[in-house]
């Protein structure tokens, strides 16, 4: 069955860097796209980037542009996510999500890994 | 960028009965590209239907979505006590950018 796993959680300082894994089981890793969302303390749900299944196209959210990237090594079944410059409004849990291919979905969900961004 | 609407915010039911979630688009959303997820406290959300009206694997068929256009909903047409939580549609638009609702609540009356 799909498992995803996030790793890397934590707290930071404001301007400090931080890097996310995601490891990943149970099905063609490199078939398919992958993402990462989050969601801040107590509100609703917010992509943060994608990364095609052979690594060549990522795109993310605005708010996150040249701060984030978006990574993978397909050798490890592993998706990354590294941070940096981090501010206090990217505290939020942050999962991991296989693509739902063809449908722009989110098909499986990791269980999160938390990000705290405080001095 | 679509934004998407979704009503009510909470909604106060009891188990066994029908309830009709609304999700409202600011512009015409490809019904391929609508989803709804399921998210409980403490859990990651959990896809409930693609393609606005195709169930996930697995999602009993007490659930279903419809609809077209800017307007669309999921209805679950027996609430069983392990349906209340909070209920997100999603939508894929190009640049790529994925947008969801701001979640409707699920509570027991």
């Known amino acids: 069955q799909v498992q995803l796993v996030e790793s890397g959680g934590g707290v930071v300082q404001p301007g400090r860097s931080l890097r996310l894994s995601c490891a990943a089981s149970?099905?063609?890793?490199?078939?398919?796209?992958m993402h990462w969302v989050r969601q801040a303390p107590g509100k609703g749900l917010e992509w943060v980037a994608v990364?095609?299944?052979?690594?060549?196209?990522?795109y993310y959210t605005d708010s996150v542009k040249g701060r984030f990237t978006i990574s993978r090594d397909n050798s490890k079944n592993t998706l990354y996510l590294q941070m940096n410059n981090l501010r206090a409004e990217d505290t939020a849990v942050y999962y991991c999500?296989?693509?739902?291919?063809?449908?722009?979905?989110?098909?499986?969900w990791g269980q999160g890994a938390l990000v705290t961004v405080s001095s | 960028e679509i934004v998407l609407t979704q009503s009510p915010g909470t909604l106060s039911l009891s188990p066994g009965e029908r309830v009709t979630l609304s999700c409202r688009a600011s512009?015409?959303?490809?019904?391929?590209?609508l989803a709804w997820y399921q998210q409980k406290p403490g859990q990651a959300p959990r896809l409930l239907i693609h393609?606005?009206?195709t169930r996930a694997t697995g999602i009993p068929d007490r659930f279903s979505g419809s609809g077209s256009g800017t307007d669309f909903t999921l209805t679950i047409s027996r609430l069983e006590p392990e349906d209340f939580a909070v209920y997100y549609c999603?939508?894929?638009?190009?640049?790529?950018?994925?947008?969801f609702g701001q979640g409707t609540k699920l509570e027991l009356k």
């Open positions: 990364i095609s299944g052979d690594g060549r196209d990522k």
């Open positions: 393609g606005a009206s």
């Open positions: 512009q015409s959303v490809s019904s391929t590209f």
């Open positions: 999500a296989k693509d739902g291919s063809g449908y722009g979905s989110f098909e499986f």
């Open positions: 149970g099905f063609t890793f490199t078939t398919f796209a």
């Open positions: 999603q939508q894929y638009g190009n640049s790529p950018m994925y947008s």
